[in-house]
Every structure is written in C-alpha cells, then in structure tokens.
C-alpha cells in the first residue's frame, strides 16, 4: 500500500497529456552536410553507415540527395510551387498598352483642338461678312 501512496503524492509523475500542433522542421546547414557525407565516406566496415544515421537521426535518402545537393553545389531545393519566370511579352505587352491609352488621350485633345479650332474660324468668318 505504500508504493500506490508514493504514486498519489508525486502527481508530477504523470506525463503531461498536450500535443504540439505542428513538430519544427530540421534544417541542416551545408556544414553539417558536408560533415556527415565525409564521415559517410569514411565508413569501411558493415554497420557503420546505419550507426551514423541512427545517431544522427536521417535517412538514408538524405544522404543521397545531399550527394546530389554537393554535385550541383549544395543550393538547396526550394518547397512550394515553382517559381515562374516573367514572360517579357507580359511586360511589353503592359507598355504597348499603358503608351497606346496615352497616344488615345492626346489624339481625343487634339481632335478637341481642332473642332474648337474650326468653330472659332467659322465664327470669325461670319463676323468678318457682316461686317462688309
């Protein structure tokens, strides 16, 4: 009976019940990389590799994607959608069309211009005949 009253007087002991929403992704350096691929090399006896690994807590798989991280030069893959490049017809296109709204404002003012124009020289010329 003593040891189930040791249990009850130490409720610390019961582990605590709440779960992380989301576990932090490890984000290993090219150092690190670099590092453990040498000792990967260095391994010469059965075994030794998955020792590595299991006290280093990877894969396999990294290992080989890190050799292929090291033979292009360790630029890390990017996650989430590829990135697009521009289309520079998408550009020129925006320019055509910003320069042909601005060619189209000018041309209604200088048609305004010029019906302003005709009404002024129709006014002059009929103030010029009666006049005479």
Known sequence: MEEKNSVMAHPKAVP???VPEKT???K???AYKLR???EAESCTE???I???LRREGLYSSSLTSWRHQVNQGLIPKKRGP???KADPLIHRNAELEKENAQLTHKLKQAELIISVQKKVAELLKESGEEKS
């Open 16 to 18: 605590d019940p709440e």
């Open 24 to 26: 932090v992704r490890r």
């Open 28 to 30: 290993f350096t090219a």
């Open 36 to 38: 453990i691929l040498k």
């Open 46 to 48: 059965l075994g030794q």
């Open 50 to 52: 998955g020792a590595l």
């Open 82 to 84: 590829v990135a697009r």
